[in-house]
């Protein structure tokens, strides 16, 4: 595909004008919704509730890539999520401050432990952008490993399904030990400052909103347009007979680690945005009844669909958070 056709695709990203109605409709929420709240309307509760929301939708987005338009169903989409999440948190455990019970300044857990210094991997993290490239690369690492290893080696179908869940369910008892240096149990909370702003702020609780909201319309946008590539082609006719496709000469290995990691990395974005909304990250969020929730969300709203995961994602998050307080 010639220069001028990528550009094209890139401005016009979408097919019909329902795509583009759906597209404007996420960009009216995410500029008003915080401009009511700054008024009085809408309540700080509320802003970071919804913007937790868009966190999920951006991951249900990740999985619909995979799943939805590649035909790899992986149930442990929310350990990309949980390792962008915990890759973040660990920044924001360093900006906790000087514990006035142990006067130190390092995390509670760790001096319940008796350290008396951070582990050496925790000491990069002090450095905010690096918390940011962490919680991109470890579980586009991750993603690469795993991936690497098993579209290699043929692994499709319901096995790579079970496969992502084992993986998932084995990061999960690794994390709830005391000794990973990750909190354990109750993992990472209490977090205070967010690059020098108060995390209870109001206006922090905008701007993660607005963050949210960006990375939803930059990877709603980014997806839609790399589906109009050739890439975007290859990558469903691999979901639809991926032995045409490399009998054609491509190699449908290749494709499927990069979309595996692409996936991973958007879902780690995502987590990475969910935790200071959120206030805490533990292994909970990589279980893998975690994962099963992000596969409903996806087959709710529409596999295969630009807007049906933000849909889903929205919908069942909704519906658990009414069911949970109306019928606890």
Not at 103 to 108: G, I, K, R
Not at 217 to 233: D, E, N, S
């Amino acid at each position: 595909m010639n220069v001028n056709n990528s550009l094209s695709s890139l401005a016009k990203p979408f097919d019909n004008r329902i795509e583009w109605f759906s597209f404007f409709v996420l960009v009216a929420f995410v500029v008003t919704f915080p401009v009511l709240n700054a008024t009085g309307v809408v309540s700080s509760f509320q802003v970071g509730v919804w913007g937790k929301y868009l966190c999920y939708a951006v991951l249900a987005m990740s999985l619909n890539m995979l799943w939805g338009y590649t035909g790899l169903l992986c149930l442990g989409q929310c350990l990309f999520f949980a390792l962008g999440g915990y890759a973040f948190g660990m920044y924001l455990m360093l900006k906790i401050g000087v514990d006035p019970v142990y006067n130190t300044a390092l995390p509670d857990f760790m001096d319940f432990q008796g350290y008396k210094e951070l582990p050496p991997h925790w000491v990069p993290f002090e450095n905010p952008v690096f918390a940011v490239f962490a919680a991109m690369a470890v579980p586009g690492l991750v993603a690469f490993i795993f991936g690497t290893l098993a579209f290699r080696s043929r692994i499709k179908g319901v096995y790579f399904s079970i496969l992502t869940q084992a993986i998932t369910y084995a990061a999960t008892l690794l994390f709830f030990r005391n000794d990973f240096t990750f909190g354990g149990n109750n993992g990472f909370t209490d977090f205070k400052y967010l690059f020098g702003a108060d995390i209870r702020e109001e206006s922090t609780t905008r701007a993660l909103f607005i963050a949210s909201g960006i990375l939803l319309l930059v990877v709603y946008w980014g997806l839609a347009w790399l589906l109009k590539t050739k890439f975007g082609k290859v990558q469903r006719a691999i979901r639809d007979s991926e032995n045409r496709v490399r009998f054609s000469g491509y190699s449908s290995t290749h494709f499927k680690v990069f979309i595996f990691v692409l996936s991973a990395i958007i879902a780690g974005l995502a987590g990475a945005l969910y935790v200071p909304q959120a206030g805490i990250i533990n292994p909970e969020e990589m279980k893998p009844s975690k994962g099963l929730d992000i596969v409903v969300w996806v087959a709710v709203g529409g596999r295969g669909t630009k807007f049906g995961p933000v849909i889903g994602a929205i919908l069942i998050s909704l519906l658990k958070g009414w069911s949970t307080r109306a019928y606890p």
